[in-house]
């Protein structure tokens, strides 16, 4: 069994950060890539960024390139979106997401089998 539970959402001014968590437990090996995603209301599911538990991590979305940072403490379980810079349109509901090691596209939602419950990130202008 594998449960992903995201925290640190809130309400945000246009210019303020935020630190995401991802705390993962069960069989870790499941969730040896963590990506964070998004969805706003009205639109589809965006892959934001996805590290591995060696610590390989993919492009970042160009919305939010050189803005947002993963990070992960192994021996927490844990992964971190620390999220600078914030802006209205960063709004959204951001949810992580474990899959095991393995081939594939990891920007893609449908690789993933684990997903937490969300966390809401509100920017406010």
């Known amino acids: 069994q594998v449960q992903l539970v995201e925290s640190g959402g809130g309400l945000v001014q246009a210019g303020g950060s935020l630190r995401l968590s991802c705390a993962a437990s069960?069989?870790?090996?499941?969730?040896?890539?963590i990506g964070w995603f998004r969805q706003a209301p009205g639109k589809e599911r965006e892959f934001v960024v996805a590290?591995?538990?060696?610590?390989?991590?993919?492009n970042y979305a160009d919305s939010v390139k050189g803005r947002f940072t993963i990070s992960r403490d192994n021996a927490k379980n844990t992964v971190y979106l620390q999220m600078d810079s914030l802006k209205p349109e960063d709004t959204a509901i951001y949810y992580c997401?474990?899959?095991?090691?393995?081939?594939?596209?990891?920007?893609?939602?449908?690789?993933?089998?684990?997903w937490g419950q969300g966390t809401q990130v509100t920017v406010s202008s």
């Open positions: 997401a474990g899959r095991p090691r393995g081939s594939g596209n990891y920007a893609y939602a449908r690789q993933y089998n684990y």
């Open positions: 069960g069989h870790i090996s499941l969730t040896y890539v």
């Open positions: 590290s591995t538990r060696s610590g390989d991590t993919t």
